[in-house]
């Protein structure tokens, strides 16, 4: 895709996003959406998971339910949509140029992550993504009351490594994270330009 993705040689930590960052959930969360807006006639376009990535599950349900005027009940809508990921999450491949950042600077540099999802789906994809022995933190969605695009979540992470705000560099494919960071006075780069994003085109029942 691009040149080979390196941290910036200015940076004493590091802040990885998971989904769509270390590991590429976001097809399998895409499907897991929308088959779940279905069934309550709600077309979860990719457009629409765009404007959604980054936010926790619980608001997204919330926000479908006021967009579309539906009516369910928006906690058993998350849940619903949270098992069909989980059933289907070991489909996700990790992000090679990532994963390679990531190996190579453990024990080098303080790593935490950053994510949206929940603690337990989190460690869950880092296992998956084969990374799980390199991070001691992770800031999940039940951790902060203000996420993404709010600076909280990587406020949290920079705090847990001891590491100042503007000495973190963070790694994302979301906009509200990539504005999340700035807002936070840290450094980042954007992942999506070193792999090929799935979504959109591989819409399937996997």
Same mark, same amino acid.
């Given at each position: 895709?691009?040149?080979?993705?390196?941290?910036?040689?200015? +940076?004493?930590?590091?802040?990885?996003?998971?989904?769509?960052?270390?590991?590429?959930?976001?097809?399998?969360?895409?499907?897991?959406?929308?088959?779940?807006?279905?069934?309550? %006639?709600?077309?979860?376009? $990719?457009?629409?998971?765009?404007?959604?990535?980054?936010?926790? +599950?619980?608001? @997204?349900?919330?926000?479908?339910?006021?967009?579309?005027?539906?009516?369910?009940?928006?906690?058993?809508?998350?849940?619903?949509?949270? +098992?069909?990921?989980?059933?289907?999450?070991?489909?996700?491949?990790?992000?090679?140029?990532?994963?390679?950042?990531?190996?190579?600077?453990?024990?080098?540099?303080?790593?935490?992550?950053? @994510?949206?999802?929940?603690?337990?789906?989190?460690?869950?994809?880092?296992?998956? +993504?084969?990374?799980?022995?390199?991070?001691?933190?992770?800031?999940?969605?039940?951790?902060?009351?203000?996420?993404? $695009?709010?600076?909280? @979540?990587?406020?949290?992470?920079?705090?847990?490594?001891?590491?100042? $705000?503007?000495?973190?560099?963070?790694?994302?494919? %979301?906009?509200?994270?990539?504005?999340?960071?700035?807002?936070?006075?840290?450094?980042?780069?954007?992942?999506?330009?070193?792999?090929?994003?799935?979504? %959109?085109?591989?819409?399937?029942?996997?």
């Amino acid at each position: 895709m691009s040149n080979e993705l390196r941290p910036n040689p200015l +940076a004493k930590g590091l802040i990885f996003d998971i989904d769509g960052t270390i590991c590429d959930t976001m097809p399998v969360h895409f499907i897991a959406w929308r088959q779940t807006a279905a069934e309550h %006639g709600i077309d979860f376009t $990719p457009e629409l998971f765009v404007e959604v990535t980054g936010v926790p +599950a619980f608001q @997204t349900s919330q926000y479908l339910k006021e967009k579309f005027n539906s009516d369910f009940d928006e906690m058993e809508f998350t849940l619903r949509k949270e +098992a069909r990921y989980e059933q289907n999450m070991s489909q996700a491949k990790p992000i090679g140029p990532v994963v390679k950042v990531i190996r190579e600077n453990k024990g080098k540099l303080p790593m935490a992550c950053g @994510t949206g999802g929940s603690q337990y789906l989190a460690w869950k994809t880092l296992e998956i +993504a084969g990374v799980k022995d390199c991070f001691e933190h992770v800031v999940a969605a039940e951790d902060v009351i203000n996420h993404k $695009p709010f600076p909280d @979540t990587f406020l949290k992470a920079a705090e847990l490594i001891g590491v100042q $705000p503007s000495d973190c560099e963070v790694f994302e494919d %979301g906009q509200l994270g990539l504005e999340a960071a700035e807002r936070a006075g840290m450094m980042s780069v954007d992942v999506t330009q070193y792999y090929e994003v799935t979504i %959109g085109k591989e819409i399937n029942n996997g």
